[in-house]
C-alpha cells in the first residue's frame, strides 16, 4: 500500500507519502508519513462516524481492487509504452486506496483488524491486508479475472466512466478528506478513461479480430455495469449527510458518455440482462453487501501472503 507516485516539480503536502529520510524500512510501510497528515480529520457535525467510514471503505475498496488486478498485467502488456500506462493506472488507484482506507480508519478504528502486538502495519495497510473477502465491499466488476487486453481496456473504461462522475460531485463533499482525495482523483481518473476510451476506439475501428475481442468483452463486463449505479443504504446515508454521492444519480450522465463512444467506434451496446446480486437471507447481495465471485478470494488470498505470513516483518 506505501507506494509514492508523484510529478516532477510537485509536492503534494499531505498526499506526498514519501520517505521520512531514514534508512529502516517496514516491510508494510512505517517508515512513511500519515497519508492524512495535515488534513482535519474531524468527522463533520451530524454525520455517523460509521457511515462515513463504510462509505470510504466502499470507494477504496473499488480502488485497492482494480489496481491489484491492473498490477497483474506488469510486463505482459502489448508494449511497453502499454505496460508503464496500466502500472501507473494501477499506482494512482492504489494512492486513492491508501488515502480512502486511512480516511475510514481515522473515522471508524473499529474496524481495523486487530494484529498482534508490535506488528508495524499502519490502519491502512491492516485494512488492506487482514480483510478476508466477504469484509470488502468494492463492485463486483473490479474483482473479475483479467481476460485479454480489450477486456482491460473496456473495464477500466466503464470503472473510470462512474467513478470519475462520482468524483466530481464528491469533490464538493463535506467531508475535507473526501473532497481532498476526489480533487485529486478527478485529474487521475480522467486520464484512465481517456486512455481505455482511445484505446477502445482504436481497437473497435483496427483489425477484424481487435474488433470481435471488443465486442465480446463489452459483452462480457456490460452485464455488471447496472451494479455501478445501484444505491446502496451506505451510500444513500452518506449522501443525504453530504460526505457522499449516490451514484444512482450519476447513471444519466455515465450512460451518455458511455454511448457517445460507442457510437464513435461503431459499437452497438450489447442488449444483456444485467448480474443479479445473490440471494441472501431472502435479498439480493452485490459487492457492496460483501458478497463476491470467487474470484475475490483467489487474488485475496495471493495479494494478501506475505502480510499474513509476517505480521511483524520488517526490512
Given at each position: ?57 466502499m470507494l477504496g475498496d473499488d480502488a485497492l481492487v482494480l489496481s491489484h488486478r491492473l498490477s497483474e498485467w506488469c510486463s505482459r502488456a502489448p508494449d511497453l509504452e502499454e505496460d508503464i ?111 481505455a476510451g482511445r484505446w477502445f476506439l482504436t481497437l473497435a475501428q483496427g483489425t477484424e479480430e481487435s474488433h470481435r475481442r471488443l465486442v465480446a468483452a463489452l459483452a462480457g463486463l456490460m452485464p455488471w455495469w447496472d451494479e455501478l449505479f445501484t444505491t446502496h443504504p451506505v451510500e ?80
Amino acid at each position: 500500500m506505501s507506494i509514492h507516485t508523484h510529478h516532477e516539480g510537485e509536492h503534494e503536502s499531505a498526499y506526498d507519502v514519501g520517505l521520512l529520510g531514514n534508512d529502516a524500512h517496514w516491510a508494510f510501510g512505517t517508515s512513511f508519513e500519515d497519508p492524512l497528515a495535515g488534513v482535519d480529520t474531524t468527522v463533520p457535525d451530524g454525520v455517523d462516524p460509521g457511515t462515513l467510514a463504510a462509505y470510504s471503505l466502499m470507494l477504496g475498496d473499488d480502488a485497492l481492487v482494480l489496481s491489484h488486478r491492473l498490477s497483474e498485467w506488469c510486463s505482459r502488456a502489448p508494449d511497453l509504452e502499454e505496460d508503464i500506462a496500466l502500472a501507473n493506472i494501477a499506482l494512482d488507484l492504489l494512492g486513492q486506496a491508501r488515502l480512502l482506507l486511512a480516511r475510514a480508519a481515522a473515522a471508524d478504528p473499529t474496524l481495523v483488524p486487530a494484529l498482534p502486538t508490535g506488528s508495524p502495519v499502519p490502519a491502512e495497510d491492516a485494512l488492506a491486508f487482514f480483510r478476508g473477502d466477504r469484509e470488502l465491499r468494492n463492485v463486483r466488476m473490479a474483482e473479475l479475472p483479467n481476460g485479454d487486453f480489450a477486456e482491460t481496456v473496456t473495464r477500466v473504461l466503464l470503472l473510470s466512466v462512474q467513478r470519475l462522475a462520482v468524483l466530481q460531485r464528491l469533490s464538493r463533499s463535506r467531508d475535507a478528506v473526501l473532497a481532498a482525495v476526489a480533487a485529486k482523483g478527478v485529474k487521475e481518473v480522467t486520464y484512465h478513461r481517456d486512455f481505455a476510451g482511445r484505446w477502445f476506439l482504436t481497437l473497435a475501428q483496427g483489425t477484424e479480430e481487435s474488433h470481435r475481442r471488443l465486442v465480446a468483452a463489452l459483452a462480457g463486463l456490460m452485464p455488471w455495469w447496472d451494479e455501478l449505479f445501484t444505491t446502496h443504504p451506505v451510500e444513500a446515508e452518506a449522501a443525504a449527510a453530504g460526505v457522499g454521492v449516490d451514484p444512482a444519480t450519476v447513471r444519466a450522465e455515465a450512460d451518455l458518455v458511455l454511448d457517445h463512444l460507442l457510437a464513435t467506434s461503431g459499437v452497438e451496446r450489447p442488449q444483456v440482462r444485467p448480474r443479479a446480486g445473490v440471494r441472501v437471507d431472502g435479498q439480493p447481495r452485490t459487492g457492496r453487501d460483501g458478497v463476491h465471485t470467487e474470484a475475490l478470494s483467489r487474488m485475496l488470498a495471493e495479494m494478501q501472503s506475505v502480510a499474513r505470513a509476517h505480521p511483524l516483518g520488517r526490512w
